[in-house]
């Protein structure tokens, strides 16, 4: 059986934690898509982990980590990654597919430049190389992993290739060319710290499936972030929608037999874009996002503090629906309660008219949030593990969210620890 674990947001709606949890109960983990541009957090018995490339299988002894083909790749820091969880005490079994293509030098470059040439246009990239990469991917002039082991054919593409790249980075950016010998050097360097990994792993999950192996999808960032279906084009460039999950980790689609929605029980988000229920107050958001998360709203990846805002139902139930979810995973409950009251976005105004659907990037920026306010439950809620167990104003809280969703929540987070969890 296959099940995805996917956001219904901007992401950092606390998949990493719902993911590590759900491990317990797999046989193989993969990323499909994304690539060090974002980070999961874990925390366990091992320690606090803010994972970027990894799958978040790797604190699980018997689990199958799989970088699945549609993964940007960035070899050098799925290198320092793997060898600090080493370091750590840990010893994962990790593949990663021959298809999977690379994260080059230059796309980190470009994609820094690209943002400084935009200025106060920028897209608020982490500057990890992502754009660049899935250009040039669908381009038809990127890297796959087996063809680091063809040096002839190798050297040859690298030739072809720079020639566009230092038209650009020589005449667009007014910087110094690849010299082409070091790249060729750099990859050859590649192929030996990455060749350990290698396999193919689409034969390796037939079989897998066949055999009845649980398969858990992880997913990077949220619907929000999809480059078809988000805030386009304050987006990621890869999609980070379920049914991409066959894709990028390379199996059929109908093997998808659940879909684990994460939703956050408030709302945050890193980088520029719409984000209607956005707290505007600074001394109202500062308070939330300190108080948000394990060691509060700032990026895994980045460390740049999130902007926060309140419950968005309008954002939520169409992240939801995209997904295609079976069921929610209600997360970051415990930080709320600290409020007299919980503002909670039902519906925006555009232009007037109040909808309940989320509208298309043109008018989304015209949104003003409608807000509905649910009374606080003024405690302490982390670590409780029934839900019978949370004051009466928690639990309407949970089962508000529930109707405004449309899905069943089957999972309510009331703490960062693996172990603070309500199964209902």
Known sequence: ?????????????????????????SDIVIRFQGGANAGHTIINEYGRFALHLMPSGVCHKNIVNIIGNGVALNIPKFIEEYNDLKERGLDPTIYVSDRAQIVMPYHVLFDQLEEERLGGRAFGSTKSGIAPFYSDKYAKIGFQVCELFEKECLREKIDRILEIKNTLIVNLYHKDPINADDLYNTLLEYADMIKPFVRDTHAY?????????????????????????????????????AGFGAVGAGIPPYEIKDIVTVVKA?????????????????????ELRKRGGDK???????????????????????????????????????CLGYLDEIPVCVAYDIDGEITKDFPNPTKIDRAKPVLKKMPGWKCDIRGITEFDKLPKEAQDYVLFVEEELGVHISIVSTGPKREEIIYR
């Open 1 to 25: 059986m296959v099940k995805a674990i996917v956001g219904a947001n901007w992401g950092d709606e606390g998949k990493g934690k719902i993911t590590d949890l759900l491990a317990n109960q």
């Open 205 to 241: 999950l037939y079989d897998a499936i066949k055999e009845g192996k649980k398969i858990l999808l992880e997913g990077q960032l949220g619907t929000m972030k999809d480059p078809d279906m988000g805030i386009y084009p304050m987006v990621t460039s890869s999609s980070t929608l």
């Open 266 to 286: 408030y709302s945050s988000a890193v980088g520029a874009g719409a984000f209607v229920s956005e707290i505007l107050d600074p001394v109202e958001a500062e």
């Open 296 to 334: 509060g709203e700032y990026g895994a990846t980045t460390g740049r503090p999130r902007r926060v805002g309140w419950f968005d139902a309008v954002a939520s139930r169409y992240g939801c629906r995209m997904q295609g979810a079976t069921e929610v995973a209600f997360t970051v409950m415990d």
